[in-house]
């Protein structure tokens, strides 16, 4: 089996493995000249430099700073066509929600992404992917959610299903807006057709809606929630965009894995998400480019919950193809501590897409990490506009 001891890390920067919830979120092993021993793609051993056991091939990584590889646990990569007409009219003062109303925003997504193939998604997804990989994500969440039926759903997890040879994806079924016409009858054939088409064919591990005035009520997400977890399914949700109108609260009762946006939460939602088990998932790309109020993630980890960070990456909310500028917008923008921000990237969102086996470099935990082209970690939160990350290794591979 190969072994690989790396060596000449300026700091070896790691939470520890599994969520890690309020201020535990701040507790990070720092550790100066430091190595790490990997053997078949699993980490072995991390610690001192002079400690090392000195057995393996050496790979020096040349004096600088090394962290886990981050997960993106929110990310609509699959989409035709473009928002640039939106953002135009946006900046000059049509709010999102309004653009929506009007049958556009999400649904103009809809028509050009319903119109294309597989093989154009394909396409059009992989330099995103390789954007986000570029900017330290080593996995990656990636939703449906812009087909205009069933079909085109399904076209949508058949291209993030011929992704997953290149990028480590975990694919998500997003029920985003109802049809215009025919909405209790489309919620029951989600219900019945497409949530069971899809658990059969294992096209996705979770069932995402999203809950707000513009897109489905309680009620409807209940139903399609319990219809995805009685088929196998895990579930996460859209919730508090723009209004608490009870997504949050949804969620926790059903146990699904993470809320994700959580702008319009108030004291009520973070008390229950710091009750629960379900990962409070912030998207501070969405507050810089729609300019809403941030998600609350200092009072959220002050609460004791679990928060993870994403980049929402898609082309009407947030554009932003960089899960390391996500990290750095969480400490501007929702007020997270550089610490509290790379536990939020590592451990606790790979937790929000049921995943313990990575984001944390100790020993059994996967080999992605990340190496940067600083001395000193902190480089990450604090750098915007260029890329800190110099390298990434996924399984101690370097891409
Ligand atoms: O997470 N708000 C709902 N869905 C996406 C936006 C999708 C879009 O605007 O195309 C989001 O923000
Ligand atoms: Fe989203």
Not at 223 to 232: F, N, W, Y
Request: overall charge negative; aromatic content about 4%.
């Amino acid at each position: 089996m190969r072994e690989t001891l790396f060596t000449n890390i300026s700091q070896l920067v790691t939470p520890a493995p599994g969520v890690q919830r309020g201020a535990a979120m701040r507790d990070l092993t720092v550790i100066p000249d430091a190595a790490m021993l990997v053997s078949g793609g699993v980490i072995h051993w991390v610690g001192p430099r002079a400690e090392a056991p000195g057995t393996a091939q050496e790979h020096d990584l040349g004096g600088v700073a090394v962290v886990p590889g981050l997960t993106d646990p929110h990310a609509h990569a699959v989409w035709a066509g473009n928002r640039l007409a939106d953002f135009e009219a946006r900046i000059s003062g049509v709010p999102y929600e309004e653009i929506l109303a009007r049958g556009g925003g999400i649904r103009s997504s809809m028509r050009a992404t319903g119109a294309a193939g597989v093989e154009e998604l394909v396409a059009l997804a992989r330099p995103r992917l390789e954007a986000l990989r570029t900017s330290g994500a080593t996995t990656v969440e990636v939703k449906s959610g812009y087909g205009l039926d069933f079909d085109a759903e399904l076209r949508m997890l058949y291209a993030i299903r011929e992704l997953q040879s290149e990028f480590q994806l975990v694919p998500t079924l997003l029920i985003h807006v109802p049809p215009t016409e025919g909405r209790a009858e489309y919620v029951q054939a989600v219900c019945h057709d497409l949530i069971p088409a899809v658990a059969r064919e294992e096209l996705a591990t979770a069932v995402d809606v999203f809950t707000e005035r513009e897109a489905f009520t309680v009620d409807e997400t209940r139903a399609i929630l319990q219809a995805a977890k009685a088929h196998g399914l895990q579930t996460k949700l859209h919730a508090d965009q723009f209004h608490a109108i009870g997504g949050t609260e949804l969620a926790c009762e059903l146990g699904a894995l993470s809320v994700d946006h959580l702008e319009a939460s108030g004291p009520a939602q973070i008390a229950a998400l710091a009750a629960s088990n379900t990962v409070a998932t912030i998207l501070p790309g969405v507050t810089l480019h729609l300019g809403l109020p941030a998600a609350p993630g200092r009072a959220l980890i002050d609460a004791g919950a679990a928060v993870a960070v994403g980049t929402d990456l898609n082309p009407g909310s947030s554009p932003v193809f960089s899960a390391g500028l996500a990290l750095a917008l969480a400490v501007r923008l929702c007020r997270l501590t550089p610490a509290e921000a790379l536990t939020a990237s590592t451990v606790n969102a790979a937790v929000a897409l049921g995943l313990s086996d990575r984001g944390a470099l100790t020993p059994g935990q996967r080999a992605d990490f990340l190496t940067l082209h600083s001395p000193d970690w902190r480089d990450l939160p604090y750098t915007l506009g260029t890329n800190p990350v110099q390298s990434v290794f996924v399984g101690g591979i370097r891409l």
